[in-house]
């Protein structure tokens, strides 16, 4: 027995050893490449998850993340784009600004031409041309900008943009249903293909089962660019690299902002365009879009406390994080040396919503004593300790060309006392009235809690709900829907806090509009369309972003004036401020905080352009143009 | 035993299905509208609606359901959902597959460093039971084994590779060693596989090596026909490694294993070090350990070959399970030490109700569980007279 056993071992053992050497003798051979033969001026980041893709169509489609965004940035060119900092709107791709929109009786159209650059240069070596803008809004029109998803219905709004043309290699004609300034701030801006890599693809994903699926997954590597930077090599989970576009020809070489609004453009032939008024004196920023690495290097991070472990030691410069540095990591690194650490503001919005539908929420009166007892200095500065800053106004402050800084804030600079006594004089003023009417003692402190809040016709009012993301998912918002419950509470609005995760919230008060006030907040674009899209009537139904149902006549007829406005950006800002002013009477939201972007950067290793501007270090321009920034480490 | 192994199979069978059925079931009735993750509350209605057309999520959950199971007959677990982390349409078995092998390798040279130190220490304070021997290993142990994952990870991250610099921050490759191959097709998986191929022939090797030479009469001979079966098996896969250029890559993962292996083998030994000892101290009363000494043997070979082997039965048992539950035990690790393997997919599916995804992987490792089990069972019959099946 034991001998059988032994020789079916050796048996064993012998074919084993004949496996091994039939996989070596086939052993797959990677020759070696011996060192690495890739530039090694890198200016490495840290990213904390993968994109989804690379593939432009699917990072501008409804999968886009910021991930996809940062590893794919300045890839694509477009014909317009916004400066650094002050985010100007100005030509990119495109020579001028569009012509002012024609009426065209034959076609009954609008119509404006724009003139492209000469010279401009893919990485394959051929010219952008007026024949990649035309493909590229076909090739969106074909699909459906709809069914695409994500910003496409920006780029191509399908109310809007009736079809694209290429006159001949430089210009590009767009026709229009109607005057509106997306037309400006949502088609100009569009990431335009380059027609020789895409258009087999585009015609093989229109014949696909699933069209949108299949161009979604077309593997870009290799895809030309006109950035600075090439696709590069991505390893999943692990990193991508990107190398310097060896062709790059920058359609804005150089960017120079004067203190009296002007800008200046020169781009890679020397030759400048001027707007927003003539230079005057010596800029005060110039930023120049020559690559100064020679790759561009994503290191992906499991967890941010890795990432900035690995910051800290100085393995990465910079570590990209829409939300920002969390407190805790913030504090770790600002004493440490080489590292330093910049707070800007955020395009978002963090706000409290009504539901107008309902009672006794749709009585201005009512939201205005509301808007009276929120203290958002109290909870940002004493509670918060300063990370988040009070917001007033829809539009953000550092949306400098859009922003109204002059707009109605009730209970500005009042004392607790006054506040509660201005908010029972408003909700008085409206016929509500108490069983036990709140009362404040001689030095200002709350007495006694108002009770028994009747409605005008003496009805009592119901309990309400407050609606609010969960402590784990937002602990700001959740803290301001405590001192809320409790500030309306004491003059006898019976209101209770209700924590939801994120997406019943969404669903309770987005789709089923099942709420009373709710708090909430969205992630803003520069052209301020969602002063449409979020406060026009005609978006009050389920799921449109109406949310509050808010419906003014006065504010319809206003908002599509400034929608309409697509060539005068002066009257387009006005008509923008006005609305504002609007919106803070009327009150659909309370605007309640906005949360600044705190980074960290090796300011050992690298110098951006700029440190200041919305959204941060990763905002649209630094992040555009990783050619902007400047390694000063070069051993690195 | 065929009727047993029938039964058993078709129990394990049964199970899994309940467990996907549970797993998709939970996914539906959780609270709030699934598309909310997938498209943002600013994505126009219309444009909402195209992806939950596309996505097929407008049809009844039975029909959902069905169409599951049925794709899941003919080994299509689905397409992964486009969220955050996954690229919408991917084929979840490709997600599986290039993701497998790296939470394979980490963790079961994590459990078998775990298994061997604890079976050694175990062995050894049974058998000093009562002194400081016995004490201080114990208490060592059950100190670190009650660590917070993720503290354990960042202290030795801190420790290891901030301060001293002696280890990376995570991930397991440095990218100058790997570009170059990477630019000529090379997938991480082209080095996963064949070092878990290297692991799994050399364990095969192993056993079959030992087996044919236990029956030499000479100890001498024994040692040295081992000795020279080991080296065989060294040249040989010296020889293949050196031969797809690919040796500073495996070595390069080893070298980024170091620490998330360093910090789950001091939170995990002690749990089989524990099992040994108790089953050892059962063992150390038995007759045949006293007949044993009786006979005059030395110390060490009572401890070795007859307490140890005896006592052996329970840890191989918890060896097995401990394998198939790698998954589990890969959630916090894999993220801490940006090792994206099977863990981190089932975390960021979960958080991210990518459903396909973390039923592809729940199934995976239920699948795994459930063969362990059934191997256990298997093995007791095989090993144990006492067990016996009807």
Redesign the interface.
Known sequence: MLRTVRNASLAGLGALAALGLALIVTAPRWASPGADSAPGRRYITGIFEDPSARNPWARHGPNGTVWNSYVSAGALPALFGYTTERLDWVPRLAQDVPSPLEYDEQQRLWRSTVRLKRNILWSDGTPVTAHDVAFTFDAIMRFGAIKLGGNFPSYAPDDVLARVRALDDDNVEFLMHRRDARYRFGVLTSPIFQKGFWEPHVKAALMAEDPLRAIFDVDVTGEPVAGAFLRGTWERGSFIDRPVNRRFTPDTATEELFANGAVRLTDGKGETWTGYGQPDGAPVLRVSNVPRVDAVHYKVYGSQAAGVLALQAGEVSFLYNSLGLEKGFEDQLKSQPGITIVRNPSNSVRFMGFNFRREPMRRPAFRQAVATLIDRQFITERVLQGVATPRVSVVPVDNTFWHNPDVIEYGKGLTRADRIRDAVRILEGEGFSWTRKPQLGADGTLIQPGQGLRMPDGQPVRPLNLLSPTESYDPLRATFAAWVERWLNEVGIPVRKNYLAFNVLISRANDQQDFDMWISGFTLTLYPAYLNTMFHSRYTSPRARNTAGYVSREYDALVDEFLGEADDMNRARTLALRLQEILARDLPWIPLFETPIVEAYRSDQVTFPTTRGLNGLQGARNNEMPGLIESVDLAQ | MTRFLVQRLLQSLVLLVLVIAAVFLIFQVM????T?????????????Q??IE?LGLDRPVHERFAIYMRGLVQFDLGAAF????????QPVTAIIA??LP?TVLLFVVVVVVNYALGFAIGKRIAWRRGGIAELLPTAIGVVLHNVFT?VAG?VL??LF??RF?LF??????D??????????G???N?VFVPMIGTGA?FV??TL??L??T??MDRPSMRRAARAA?FA??VV?AL??WQ????LPLALDVLYHMTLPVLALVLIGFATPMLVMRDSMLETMRDDFVLTARAKGLPDRQVRDRHAARAALLPIATSFALAVALVVDGAVIT???????GMG?ALL?SVTE?NYPVTMGVVIVAGTTVLLAHLIVDLLYAAIDPRVRHA
């Open positions: 609270p709030g509208d699934i909310t993750v997938m498209v943002s509350p600013e994505t126009p209605p219309e444009a909402r195209a992806v596309r486009p969220t955050a982390s996954f690229h919408g349409g290039e993701r790296r993720p960042l991250l801190w590779a901030l610099g990376p921050f995570g991930g397991w490759q990218f100058t060693r790997w570009r170059p191959f990477i630019e000529r090379l997938t991480s082209d022939f095969a090797w079959l090596l087996r044919s236990s029956g079966g065989v098996f040989g020889v293949w031969r797809t250029a690919l894999e993220t801490l030490f940006s090792w994206p981190q960021r109700k």
